[in-house]
Each structure stands twice: as C-alpha cells, then as structure tokens.
C-alpha cells in the first residue's frame, strides 16, 4: 500500500537515529611532546589529574610512536598509516598530496566517525597546523578541513559524508609562538575565519570557513608585558599570569564549551571530540605556581649526559639545549659551541670506534651546566603540571554533563622527549625517549564487557592501533585503507595476562613496535641532525638515509638504510623504500628488565651490544624480522 510508505520510513528513521544515539562518545586527548616524565610512570612531573585517570583506565607501559616529530607523527595515528606509505616524515608535505597518489582516498579517524553520523569537533592542536595539515600559512590554518573544496581551506561548506575532510565544524585552532602570544586564524584576523566579527573571545565560527581559534584578551597580554616576557622568545618562562592566558588554559575553556553544547541536545547525537594541548612543547611557558610545585635541588640529573661510546653517530640529534634566548636555544652547530662563557654546549665525541660515512671525527653538543639542566627538566615538569590542570577541569566537565559512563577516553602525547639523557633534548632519534609516549584508554561502562581498571599493562603497542581500536569499540566500519594497527581490545578486557600481575593471557597477533626517523650522512660532521621539516624528496642527494627500528619485548633493534624518497605522489610504490642492501649502521639494545617506567629510557639504552659475537644470530632474526615488517607495510594500496 502506497499510502503505508511514510510510516515505514519514519519507523526505519527512528531505528536509524536509535542506533546512532546508543554509539558512545569519544574525547580524543593527544598533548604534544608529552613523555611518560610523570609520577604515574615513576618520574617527577606532579600531574594527579592523569594519576586518577590511570586509575580508572588501562595505561601502557610500552606505547611507540611511528616517528618522533609532530606532524608525521599525528598523520600516522590520524590515518591508521604508517609513515612510508603516507609520505610524510618531516613537518611537511600535506599527505592529501602524498600517499603514493591515493591522499584524497584516505579516511582519517574524526572523518571516519564523521562518516558515521557523529557530530566530529577539535579544539587546540590535533593535525600539525599550517600547510603541513593544508593550511594557508606555513604554521596556520588546515587541520584537513575540506581537501577537496579549496587549496586554500578556506570551505564554502562542511564536507559531505563522501568527500574527504575531517570535522563537522570548522576547527578551532589554538597554538602558541615561542613569546606568549597566541596563535590561530582569528587571532590572526583572517576574514576567512572571522566574517567581519573581530577579535572575540565567544565568536562562532560558521561555514564558509578557514577554522576558528583562540583569541587573547588585553588583560592578559598586559599581564605578560608586566611579566617581561611579551616577545621574548626563550626556552622557558615562569609569570604570575591566570591559567586562561596560556594556550592550554583557552584551549580547556573551548572544550568545556563544546562539551556543554553537546549536552544541550540531549546526547541524542554521538560526537567525537578531540582536544590537543600544545604544551609541554617549547617554550616551557606557565603560570609561577607550576614552578612553585618543584624545588631546583630536588630536579635529578641525567644518569648519562654525555653520548654512548658504542652508538653511531647517526643516531643522535645534535641538538643542544640551553636556558637562553631562542637564538641560542636553536643556534645548534659551530656558532653555538665556540663561546662557552656565553653558553653551557661543549663538544662531546660520538663513538670513535664505529665510524659513519667514513669519518671517525664526530660529536654532539651537550649542556654541561648542572644548574641550566635541572632548570630545564623542572620548567618541563612545570608545564606537564599546568596541562595537567587544564586537563583534570576537563574531565570534571565531562562528568558533569551525565555523559561520562558513555564516552570512550583516549589520552597520548604525540610522541616522546628527551631531557639531557645522553646530551640530547627534544625529539628526533629512534632512542627510547623520544619514541615511547604515555597512552591511556578508559572504557565506559556502556560498551558491554569486562573492562580493565587501574592496570598497568606492559605488552608493546603502538599509536595506530588507537584507530582499530575505536573502530572497534565503537562498533564502526573499518574503510578501505591499509591500516597499521590492530585493535587494543583484548588488553583493554580485564584479566589480559598483559598488566603487571601474571594473568590469562589472550594471544595478539603484533607483539612489536615499528619507529623510524630520516637523517642525513653529512649532519654527523656539521653537528645538526634535526631533520624535522621540509619534504625529504625535495632534499639534496646527500639527505639519503632512513633508520628502522624495531621493538619487542626484550629488545630494540635499529637498523639505518640508504633510502629512495620518490617524488612524494609516486602512485606505484617503487618509490619511498629503503634500499636494503645499504645498511649503513645497525644498534641493539637489551631490554630484559625493562618495566617500562620512565628511567628505563635511560637505563637500558646506553650499550650498543649489535657487535656481541654472542647476539649475531639474535641480530640476524631481528633484522630478517624488520625487514619482513618493512616490506608488509609498503603493499600496494
């Protein structure tokens, strides 16, 4: 009966909506250059706000990073992808114009759940901003808005369900320059942003679109002209300014907002919300009651602060950090060493033994000054301790709202760090520290099953299995896409076997751990390695070489390859690959022991034993064994 149609399509309406509406929530927290440097993993960042969401959740012990650097590290665990087959291993290009040719197919993971009928927001720093992320500006803007629409982002409209791009709002970028001020499109006043409504802290921002972001008020500017630290750029500064003028503090207050505006429609609709605090990256900037929390006596020191004497030179940054201006502060190289009573850098020889690129003569720079080290760590901790903060006022919204028992909560830091531990700072090796983040997934109770509380599980897991993971909790399904990773569920089920305390112990088909990182053969002798932006296969033919590293339960092994780069959209894939009979160095570390705490970093990575007659045939396995991993992830799409 003709007339019967209606009824039957308001009936499947409302058993389409009752579907939708029972999917849980997802808050998405990643916190950029975040190491697990916090008492929950045994160090000294006082941070009591993640100290109580490990004891609802499950917190990995042993979390890896694909690469340890923002932007290629976010699009991996934003797409599910591994590096190699994004194309992106720097701070650049956009991998909607890489992926060997397939960017504008890729599904990243808001704009799969976007797809699935979710209300998709962000607020603060998710996708590296800027033309990394398709932006208008080198380090504004994008946050793959609407790949499709314009080269400009500027987004006549929200994406279709079948086009790509990633939010159903415009985003709300909030990042920070190193002097105080704030950083975003409506900071910035773009009209694309703004639509004639001028600086203002509750403008909302509609489509068409370049996105929205923080704004800051005159108080607080006047706060930081007061402070002495209005455009002064340096490594770290303390001011008895208010938590809402720093970047984390505005980016809480957005989120706060958001979650209330979701609740106001009665949770009828799912969302998916992702938060990106941009501390504790430099510089190490918060209110004085953050350092006040620490006492400079108490700050320890690196246990090595000088360079291994059995790890090749390729293996490290060269970076030196000190507690100066942003010039010194980045001035790694000759100028920075050769006038030690204006700065702390001394020469250090890396590995004389083990030469690299034929020469024996190489060195890092490393901060010998007891006090400026332990000043360092502590603005660290003090900064971990402010987004702390920022995080707990935002989980205390959460609750308040009703919608906590049905909101999945992930928490990560986009990749590890390093303070002084063998002369190096920041990120940019293969190394322990800067590859192994702290990675928290809280369960409601909504989603059916026997859900793990308070554990600490030590099983090797990677950023990109966030992504099946949420598919999988969330009951989505899984795009077309060669994805990396592989759903956390059953360490997420109590009783695992994976915690710290003998259990039932479920099988898993990855055990391992995938990082890599790109150098340079001629960076060993000019003493600057952080090869961190720009597209590698637009780089000179020196810039050739791509280290793996490899890590399971006992042990991590690196292997560093001479590398094809391609030309960043080589759709068949004989491109972009290592070149595997060019093994240019090769480390291995014993892990036996290795609990997964913090200073475990520091302890069992500081013999290279790979020339140990005893391990050949351990060092074979495991090359064999990377090799394999390599080559699985580089299948045609």
């Given at each position: 009966?003709?007339?019967e149609?209606?009824?039957?399509?308001?009936?499947?309406?409302?058993?389409?909506?009752?579907?939708?509406?029972?999917?849980?929530?997802?808050?998405?927290?990643?916190?950029d250059?975040?190491?697990?440097a916090?008492?929950?993993?045994?160090?000294?960042?006082?941070?009591?706000?993640?100290?109580?969401?490990?004891?609802?959740?499950?917190?990995?012990?042993?979390?890896?990073?694909?690469?340890?650097?923002?932007?290629?590290?976010?699009?991996?665990?934003?797409?599910?992808?591994?590096?190699?087959?994004?194309?992106?291993?720097?701070?650049?290009?956009?991998?909607?114009?890489?992926?060997?040719?397939?960017?504008?197919?890729?599904?990243?993971?808001?704009?799969?759940?976007?797809?699935?009928?979710?209300?998709?927001?962000?607020?603060?720093?998710?996708?590296?901003?800027?033309?990394?992320?398709?932006?208008?500006?080198?380090?504004?803007?994008?946050?793959?808005?609407?790949?499709?629409?314009?080269?400009?982002?500027d987004?006549?409209?929200?994406?279709?369900?079948?086009?790509?791009?990633?939010?159903?709002?415009?985003?709300?970028?909030?990042?920070?320059?190193?002097?105080?001020?704030v950083?975003?499109?409506?900071?910035?006043?773009?009209?694309?942003?703004?639509?004639?409504?001028?600086?203002n802290?509750?403008?909302?921002?509609?489509?068409?679109?370049?996105?929205?972001?923080?704004?800051q008020?005159?108080?607080?500017?006047?706060?930081?002209?007061?402070?002495?630290?209005?455009?002064?750029?340096?490594?770290?500064?303390?001011?008895?300014?208010?938590?809402?003028?720093?970047?984390?503090?505005?980016?809480?207050?957005?989120?706060?907002?958001?979650?209330?505006?979701?609740?106001?429609?009665?949770?009828?609709?799912?969302?998916?919300?992702?938060?990106?605090?941009?501390?504790?990256?430099?510089?190490?900037?918060?209110?004085?009651?953050?350092?006040?929390?620490?006492?400079?006596?108490?700050?320890?020191?690196?246990?090595?602060?000088?360079?291994?004497?059995?790890?090749?030179?390729?293996?490290?940054?060269?970076s030196?950090?000190?507690?100066g201006?942003?010039?010194?502060?980045?001035?790694?190289?000759?100028?920075?060493?050769?006038?030690?009573?204006?700065?702390r850098?001394?020469?250090?020889?890396?590995?004389?033994t083990?030469?690299?690129?034929g020469?024996?003569?190489?060195?890092?720079?490393?901060?010998?000054?007891?006090?400026?080290?332990?000043?360092?760590?502590?603005?660290?901790?003090?900064?971990i301790?402010?987004?702390?903060?920022?995080?707990?006022?935002?989980?205390?919204s959460?609750?308040?709202?009703?919608?906590?028992?049905?909101?999945?909560?992930?928490?990560?830091?986009?990749?590890?760090?390093?303070?002084?531990?063998?002369?190096?700072?920041?990120?940019?090796?293969?190394?322990?520290?800067?590859?192994?983040?702290?990675?928290?997934?809280?369960?409601?109770?909504?989603i059916?099953?026997?859900?793990?509380?308070?554990?600490?599980?030590?099983?090797?897991?990677?950023?990109?299995?966030?992504?099946?993971?949420?598919?999988?909790?969330?009951?989505l399904?899984?795009?077309?896409?060669?994805?990396?990773?592989?759903?956390?569920?059953?360490?997420?089920?109590?009783?695992?076997?994976?915690?710290?305390?003998?259990k039932?112990v479920?099988?898993?088909?990855?055990?391992?751990?995938?990082?890599?990182?790109?150098?340079?053969?001629?960076?060993?002798?000019?003493?600057?390695?952080?090869?961190?932006?720009?597209?590698?296969?637009?780089?000179?033919?020196?810039q050739?070489?791509?280290?793996?590293?490899?890590?399971?339960?006992?042990?991590?092994?690196?292997?560093?390859?001479?590398?094809?780069?391609?030309d960043?959209?080589?759709?068949t894939?004989?491109?972009?690959?290592?070149?595997?009979?060019?093994?240019?160095?090769?480390?291995?570390?014993?892990h036996?022991?290795?609990?997964?705490?913090?200073?475990?970093?520091?302890?069992?990575?500081?013999?290279?034993?790979?020339?140990?007659?005893?391990n050949?045939?351990?060092?074979?396995?495991?090359?064999?064994?990377?090799?394999?991993?390599?080559?699985?992830?580089?299948?045609?799409?």
């Amino acid at each position: 009966h003709i007339d019967e149609i209606p009824n039957i399509m308001l009936v499947l309406a409302s058993v389409v909506a009752a579907v939708v509406a029972a999917k849980p929530n997802v808050l998405f927290v990643v916190v950029d250059d975040l190491a697990p440097a916090f008492e929950s993993y045994g160090y000294p960042a006082i941070a009591p706000n993640l100290k109580k969401l490990a004891e609802t959740s499950v917190q990995f012990q042993r979390a890896y990073v694909s690469i340890a650097v923002c932007a290629p590290s976010r699009t991996a665990f934003l797409t599910g992808l591994r590096p190699d087959v994004t194309q992106v291993w720097t701070i650049g290009p956009y991998f909607r114009n890489a992926t060997r040719g397939n960017g504008l197919k890729v599904v990243t993971l808001p704009q799969l759940f976007r797809q699935h009928g979710y209300n998709v927001t962000g607020a603060g720093k998710i996708f590296h901003p800027g033309t990394a992320s398709g932006g208008i500006s080198s380090t504004e803007g994008g946050g793959d808005m609407c790949p499709t629409q314009s080269t400009t982002q500027d987004c006549s409209r929200a994406p279709l369900p079948t086009e790509p791009g990633s939010w159903s709002e415009p985003y709300w970028f909030c990042d920070q320059y190193g002097n105080d001020t704030v950083q975003s499109p409506a900071m910035q006043q773009w009209e694309c942003s703004q639509h004639g409504q001028g600086i203002n802290p509750d403008a909302v921002f509609t489509w068409p679109s370049c996105g929205g972001g923080c704004t800051q008020n005159a108080t607080c500017v006047a706060c930081f002209v007061k402070c002495r630290t209005w455009g002064i750029v340096s490594s770290w500064e303390a001011c008895n300014c208010p938590d809402e003028c720093y970047p984390e503090g505005v980016i809480a207050d957005q989120t706060i907002k958001i979650l209330k505006d979701k609740t106001a429609n009665g949770g009828h609709t799912p969302w998916f919300h992702a938060v990106g605090f941009k501390r504790p990256h430099l510089s190490y900037r918060a209110p004085q009651k953050y350092f006040d929390k620490y006492s400079v006596a108490d700050i320890p020191l690196p246990v090595h602060r000088d360079p291994s004497p059995t790890a090749p030179s390729i293996s490290y940054a060269h970076s030196c950090l000190i507690d100066g201006v942003w010039e010194d502060m980045w001035g790694i190289g000759a100028g920075l060493y050769r006038d030690n009573n204006k700065n702390r850098c001394q020469l250090r020889v890396v590995n004389r033994t083990s030469p690299f690129n034929g020469t024996f003569e190489s060195y890092i720079e490393v901060n010998t000054d007891d006090k400026a080290v332990r000043d360092l760590r502590l603005a660290y901790y003090a900064v971990i301790s402010l987004v702390d903060a920022q995080f707990g006022r935002v989980m205390e919204s959460l609750a308040e709202t009703g919608l906590e028992d049905n909101t999945i909560v992930t928490f990560i830091g986009d990749h590890g760090y390093q303070n002084g531990e063998k002369g190096e700072w920041c990120k940019s090796t293969l190394f322990e520290l800067a590859t192994r983040i702290p990675m928290y997934v809280r369960v409601p109770q909504s989603i059916s099953g026997n859900w793990a509380r308070g554990v600490k599980a030590t099983a090797i897991v990677e950023s990109v299995d966030l992504y099946a993971t949420l598919i999988d909790l969330a009951g989505l399904t899984a795009p077309d896409q060669p994805l990396a990773g592989e759903s956390l569920r059953p360490l997420l089920l109590a009783g695992s076997g994976y915690g710290l305390e003998p259990k039932q112990v479920v099988s898993r088909n990855k055990t391992w751990a995938l990082c890599q990182w790109p150098r340079r053969p001629s960076c060993v002798k000019n003493h600057s390695c952080e090869d961190g932006h720009g597209n590698p296969y637009e780089f000179q033919p020196d810039q050739a070489v791509m280290g793996y590293k490899i890590r399971v339960d006992d042990w991590a092994y690196i292997a560093w390859f001479g590398f094809d780069w391609g030309d960043g959209a080589d759709p068949t894939g004989r491109a972009s690959i290592p070149i595997w009979h060019q093994v240019l160095a090769r480390e291995l570390y014993d892990h036996r022991g290795d609990d997964g705490s913090m200073m475990s970093g520091e302890t069992f990575e500081w013999d290279n034993v790979v020339a140990d007659a005893a391990n050949s045939a351990l060092v074979q396995e495991l090359h064999s064994q990377l090799v394999d991993i390599i080559r699985a992830s580089l299948v045609p799409w």
